[in-house]
């Protein structure tokens, strides 16, 4: 199973962040318009990405949370047809909710970063190293580490789960 090394954070300064994913990957970003619905699955997460009618991604992934830099471990399956998926999914499994954003990916070497206005929610940095086979966890860690301190991130802007789980604690009860 693939796996990548990963950080989010709060974005205090979204034009900072900007001027430094800018800097670091020598050029502007592809922007991605993303609803992800979360599904009720048991030991991971499973959410369907709709990246456009005849475009998506169904990702089931593992990950602690906890604040800090920390594995994740995924398997993609792409689909051009994430309508009937979608109704599939919901049928069998219930959705367990919605997260909608704009992406601005930007690519440094094997790191992904993501500079994310999630509605209802904000703006939020996240940096994802995918580890080539055989690469290890702590090399992962250290490039995660050195690009996050570009961005001047605080240790209480560092998140421990997902937008789902943030959407989920503003819902009255």
């Avoid at 199973?1 to 430094?20: F, H, Q, Y």
């Avoid at 997460?45 to 602690?64: H, N, P, T």
């Avoid at 604040?67 to 994740?72: I, K, L, M, Y």
């Amino acid at each position: 199973m693939p796996s990548n090394i990963e950080i989010k954070a709060v974005l205090r300064d979204r034009a900072a962040a900007e001027t430094t994913a800018n800097a670091l990957s020598g050029g502007g970003p592809e922007i991605l318009h993303q609803v992800d619905v979360f599904f009720n699955a048991t030991g991971a997460r499973l959410k369907l990405r709709i990246l456009g009618q005849d475009r998506g991604e169904l990702i089931r992934y593992e990950r602690s949370n906890l604040a800090e830099v920390r594995p994740s471990r995924y398997s993609i399956a792409r689909t051009p047809d994430p309508e009937i998926l979608l109704d599939i999914l919901t049928a069998a499994l219930g959705q367990a909710g919605t997260v909608k954003k704009m992406r601005q990916l930007y690519l440094v070497g094997q790191t992904r970063i993501h500079l994310d206005a999630v509605e209802d929610l904000g703006d939020f940095l996240e940096l994802e190293v995918v580890l080539r086979p055989g690469q290890s966890e702590a090399e992962g860690r250290r490039i995660a580490l050195e690009l996050l301190a570009r961005f001047d991130i605080a240790p209480e802007d560092l998140l421990a789960g997902a937008y789902i789980d943030l959407l989920d604690a503003r819902r009255p009860a």
